[in-house]
Protein backbone atom coordinates (compact mmCIF):
# COMPACT_ATOMS: atom_id res chain seq x y z
CA UNK A 1 0.00 0.00 0.00
CA UNK A 2 2.89 2.41 1.04
CA UNK A 3 4.54 1.73 -2.38
CA UNK A 4 1.12 2.51 -4.34
CA UNK A 5 0.64 5.87 -2.35
CA UNK A 6 4.51 6.39 -2.86
CA UNK A 7 4.06 5.37 -7.18
CA UNK A 8 1.34 7.79 -7.70
CA UNK A 9 2.70 10.36 -5.42
CA UNK A 10 6.07 10.43 -7.74
CA UNK A 11 4.17 10.50 -10.49
CA UNK A 12 2.17 13.19 -9.76
CA UNK A 13 5.07 15.35 -9.21
CA UNK A 14 6.97 14.48 -12.28
CA UNK A 15 3.54 15.33 -14.07
CA UNK A 16 3.96 18.77 -12.32
CA UNK A 17 7.52 19.27 -12.50
CA UNK A 18 7.21 18.83 -16.95
CA UNK A 19 4.19 21.14 -16.92
CA UNK A 20 4.65 23.88 -19.59
CA UNK A 21 4.94 27.03 -17.94
CA UNK A 22 4.74 28.94 -21.06
CA UNK A 23 1.20 26.99 -22.07
CA UNK A 24 -1.41 29.37 -22.92
CA UNK A 25 1.09 32.42 -23.14
CA UNK A 26 2.05 34.57 -25.96
CA UNK A 27 5.05 32.60 -25.22
CA UNK A 28 8.02 35.81 -24.87
CA UNK A 29 8.59 33.81 -21.82
CA UNK A 30 10.51 31.58 -23.40
CA UNK A 31 13.02 34.95 -25.33
CA UNK A 32 16.04 36.06 -23.68
CA UNK A 33 15.89 39.20 -21.75
CA UNK A 34 16.83 41.51 -25.26
CA UNK A 35 14.34 39.84 -27.33
CA UNK A 36 11.80 40.58 -24.75
CA UNK A 37 12.23 43.80 -24.15
CA UNK A 38 12.43 44.06 -28.10
CA UNK A 39 8.84 42.79 -28.81
CA UNK A 40 7.25 44.67 -25.61
CA UNK A 41 8.68 48.02 -26.60
CA UNK A 42 7.56 47.32 -30.05
CA UNK A 43 4.10 46.45 -29.06
CA UNK A 44 4.16 50.04 -27.06
CA UNK A 45 5.14 51.89 -30.06
CA UNK A 46 2.65 50.61 -32.19
CA UNK A 47 -0.40 51.27 -29.97
CA UNK A 48 -2.29 54.57 -29.80
CA UNK A 49 -3.31 54.84 -26.07
CA UNK A 50 -2.72 53.35 -22.80
CA UNK A 51 -3.19 54.99 -19.43
CA UNK A 52 -0.61 55.70 -16.76
CA UNK A 53 -0.44 55.91 -12.94
CA UNK A 54 2.46 55.84 -10.52
CA UNK A 55 5.38 58.22 -9.59
CA UNK A 56 7.78 60.03 -11.36
CA UNK A 57 10.74 61.51 -10.17
CA UNK A 58 12.52 64.15 -12.65
CA UNK A 59 15.21 66.84 -12.26
CA UNK A 60 14.91 66.38 -8.11
CA UNK A 61 10.92 66.73 -8.24
CA UNK A 62 8.48 64.19 -7.28
CA UNK A 63 5.22 63.70 -10.06
CA UNK A 64 2.15 61.47 -9.39
CA UNK A 65 0.51 61.00 -12.52
CA UNK A 66 -2.79 59.61 -13.20
CA UNK A 67 -2.54 60.21 -17.11
CA UNK A 68 -4.45 58.75 -20.32
CA UNK A 69 -2.56 59.26 -23.58
CA UNK A 70 -3.86 59.05 -27.06
CA UNK A 71 -0.45 58.82 -29.91
CA UNK A 72 -1.40 61.51 -32.06
CA UNK A 73 -4.23 63.45 -30.41
CA UNK A 74 -2.71 64.22 -27.51
CA UNK A 75 -3.89 64.08 -23.51
CA UNK A 76 -5.43 64.39 -20.33
CA UNK A 77 -4.86 63.46 -16.11
CA UNK A 78 -3.54 65.10 -13.27
CA UNK A 79 -0.42 65.34 -11.97
CA UNK A 80 0.32 66.04 -8.20
CA UNK A 81 3.96 67.31 -7.14
CA UNK A 82 4.92 66.14 -4.15
CA UNK A 83 5.53 68.90 -1.93
CA UNK A 84 3.58 71.16 -4.08
CA UNK A 85 0.47 71.41 -5.87
CA UNK A 86 -2.09 69.84 -8.15
CA UNK A 87 -3.33 70.42 -12.01
CA UNK A 88 -4.79 69.22 -14.81
CA UNK A 89 -3.86 68.86 -18.23
CA UNK A 90 -5.93 68.17 -21.60
CA UNK A 91 -4.29 68.61 -24.61
CA UNK A 92 -5.53 68.04 -28.53
CA UNK A 93 -3.50 68.43 -30.94
CA UNK A 94 -1.04 71.37 -30.19
CA UNK A 95 -3.36 73.41 -27.69
CA UNK A 96 -2.52 72.56 -24.27
CA UNK A 97 -5.26 73.62 -21.46
CA UNK A 98 -4.21 74.19 -17.61
CA UNK A 99 -6.55 73.66 -14.85
CA UNK A 100 -5.39 74.14 -11.51
CA UNK A 101 -5.66 74.95 -7.53
CA UNK A 102 -5.86 78.08 -5.92
CA UNK A 103 -2.49 76.95 -4.41
CA UNK A 104 -0.99 76.80 -8.07
CA UNK A 105 -2.13 79.91 -8.91
CA UNK A 106 -1.54 81.81 -5.73
CA UNK A 107 2.36 81.39 -5.83
CA UNK A 108 2.18 81.68 -9.98
CA UNK A 109 0.70 85.41 -8.83
CA UNK A 110 3.78 85.42 -5.96
CA UNK A 111 6.04 84.33 -8.72
CA UNK A 112 6.64 81.46 -6.68
CA UNK A 113 7.00 83.12 -3.09
CA UNK A 114 4.59 83.37 -0.31
CA UNK A 115 1.38 84.25 -1.61
CA UNK A 116 -0.66 87.41 0.18
CA UNK A 117 -4.24 87.00 0.94
CA UNK A 118 -5.05 89.56 -2.41
CA UNK A 119 -2.78 86.83 -4.59
CA UNK A 120 -5.09 83.36 -3.22
CA UNK A 121 -8.21 85.74 -3.70
CA UNK A 122 -7.31 86.41 -7.20
CA UNK A 123 -6.46 82.85 -7.90
CA UNK A 124 -9.75 81.51 -6.75
CA UNK A 125 -10.89 83.13 -9.70
CA UNK A 126 -8.78 80.63 -12.05
CA UNK A 127 -9.95 77.06 -9.89
CA UNK A 128 -12.07 74.78 -11.39
CA UNK A 129 -11.31 76.89 -15.22
CA UNK A 130 -9.06 75.88 -17.69
CA UNK A 131 -6.23 78.36 -18.97
CA UNK A 132 -4.86 77.98 -22.31
CA UNK A 133 -1.07 77.73 -22.03
CA UNK A 134 0.82 80.07 -25.49
CA UNK A 135 2.88 77.98 -27.40
CA UNK A 136 5.78 80.57 -26.71
CA UNK A 137 5.65 80.15 -22.61
CA UNK A 138 8.28 78.28 -21.06
CA UNK A 139 5.68 75.84 -19.31
CA UNK A 140 4.61 74.65 -22.76
CA UNK A 141 7.34 72.83 -23.13
CA UNK A 142 7.47 71.14 -19.45
CA UNK A 143 3.54 70.46 -18.80
CA UNK A 144 2.89 69.04 -22.63
CA UNK A 145 5.69 66.58 -22.13
CA UNK A 146 2.88 64.71 -19.41
CA UNK A 147 0.76 64.75 -22.27
CA UNK A 148 2.88 63.36 -25.25
CA UNK A 149 2.66 59.42 -25.30
CA UNK A 150 5.60 59.06 -27.38
CA UNK A 151 7.79 61.29 -24.83
CA UNK A 152 6.54 59.53 -22.00
CA UNK A 153 6.62 56.12 -23.34
CA UNK A 154 10.41 56.84 -24.68
CA UNK A 155 11.53 57.86 -21.04
CA UNK A 156 10.04 55.29 -18.97
CA UNK A 157 10.56 52.37 -21.26
CA UNK A 158 14.62 53.23 -21.38
CA UNK A 159 16.82 50.78 -19.78
CA UNK A 160 20.45 50.85 -18.77
CA UNK A 161 22.77 48.31 -19.04
CA UNK A 162 22.72 44.49 -18.96
CA UNK A 163 19.51 42.77 -19.08
CA UNK A 164 18.16 39.55 -17.82
CA UNK A 165 15.37 37.77 -17.22
CA UNK A 166 13.89 38.35 -13.47
CA UNK A 167 10.98 36.03 -11.99
CA UNK A 168 7.34 35.55 -13.35
CA UNK A 169 4.74 37.10 -11.44
CA UNK A 170 1.21 39.38 -12.05
CA UNK A 171 0.25 42.85 -12.91
CA UNK A 172 -2.91 43.45 -11.92
CA UNK A 173 -4.42 39.94 -12.54
CA UNK A 174 -2.42 39.45 -15.66
CA UNK A 175 0.49 37.04 -15.62
CA UNK A 176 4.11 39.03 -16.34
CA UNK A 177 7.55 37.98 -17.13
CA UNK A 178 10.06 40.37 -15.74
CA UNK A 179 13.50 42.28 -17.65
CA UNK A 180 15.94 43.43 -15.74
CA UNK A 181 18.75 45.65 -16.68
CA UNK A 182 21.55 46.50 -14.36
CA UNK A 183 20.96 44.20 -11.99
CA UNK A 184 17.57 46.40 -11.03
CA UNK A 185 19.72 49.71 -11.07
CA UNK A 186 18.82 50.20 -15.06
CA UNK A 187 15.20 49.81 -14.82
CA UNK A 188 12.48 46.93 -14.40
CA UNK A 189 10.04 45.96 -17.06
CA UNK A 190 7.21 43.81 -16.43
CA UNK A 191 5.88 42.39 -19.76
CA UNK A 192 2.39 40.44 -20.35
CA UNK A 193 2.84 37.29 -20.62
CA UNK A 194 -0.51 37.22 -21.96
CA UNK A 195 -1.95 38.76 -25.41
CA UNK A 196 0.23 41.15 -26.78
CA UNK A 197 3.22 41.55 -24.46
CA UNK A 198 2.63 45.20 -23.47
CA UNK A 199 4.98 46.70 -20.55
CA UNK A 200 2.65 46.71 -17.34
CA UNK A 201 4.71 48.15 -14.91
CA UNK A 202 7.81 50.05 -15.16
CA UNK A 203 10.31 50.37 -12.28
CA UNK A 204 12.25 53.32 -13.54
CA UNK A 205 16.42 53.10 -13.30
CA UNK A 206 18.18 55.36 -10.65
CA UNK A 207 14.77 54.31 -8.24
CA UNK A 208 13.30 57.36 -10.25
CA UNK A 209 9.43 56.22 -9.80
CA UNK A 210 7.16 53.45 -10.17
CA UNK A 211 4.22 53.32 -12.94
CA UNK A 212 1.83 51.01 -14.21
CA UNK A 213 0.24 50.85 -17.47
CA UNK A 214 -2.87 49.84 -18.77
CA UNK A 215 -5.93 50.50 -21.15
CA UNK A 216 -3.62 49.79 -23.94
CA UNK A 217 -5.40 50.62 -27.23
CA UNK A 218 -8.70 51.56 -25.38
CA UNK A 219 -9.90 54.63 -27.16
CA UNK A 220 -11.61 57.38 -25.11
CA UNK A 221 -13.00 60.81 -26.20
CA UNK A 222 -10.63 63.74 -25.89
CA UNK A 223 -12.26 67.34 -27.09
CA UNK A 224 -10.95 70.90 -25.83
CA UNK A 225 -12.80 72.57 -22.91
CA UNK A 226 -16.03 74.53 -23.58
CA UNK A 227 -15.64 78.05 -24.21
CA UNK A 228 -17.38 78.88 -20.70
CA UNK A 229 -14.80 76.60 -18.99
CA UNK A 230 -11.97 78.65 -20.37
CA UNK A 231 -10.10 81.89 -18.82
CA UNK A 232 -7.05 84.03 -19.90
CA UNK A 233 -4.37 84.41 -17.28
CA UNK A 234 -3.26 87.01 -19.27
CA UNK A 235 1.16 86.30 -18.56
CA UNK A 236 3.20 84.11 -18.31
CA UNK A 237 2.80 80.46 -16.68
CA UNK A 238 5.78 79.03 -14.73
CA UNK A 239 6.12 75.97 -12.68
CA UNK A 240 5.80 75.82 -9.21
Known amino acids: MAAAVCGGLVATLTACASEDPDAGTNGVGKLSAAKIETKSRKAAEQADAVR ?14 EMRLKRDDGGTGKVSSKGGSTFELL ?9 ADTDFWAKQEKGGGEPSE ?4 AARKLQNKYVKVPHGDPAYQQFSGFTDMSVMLDGLLTLNGKRATGERGTVRGTKTIRV ?12 SLMGTPYPLRVERGGQAGVLQLEDWNKDFDLEPPEKNEIVDYGKSISAD
Open 52 to 65: LSGDVISQGRTYSL
Open 91 to 99: RTGKDLYLK
Open 118 to 121: SDVD
Open 180 to 191: VAGKGGGGIVDV
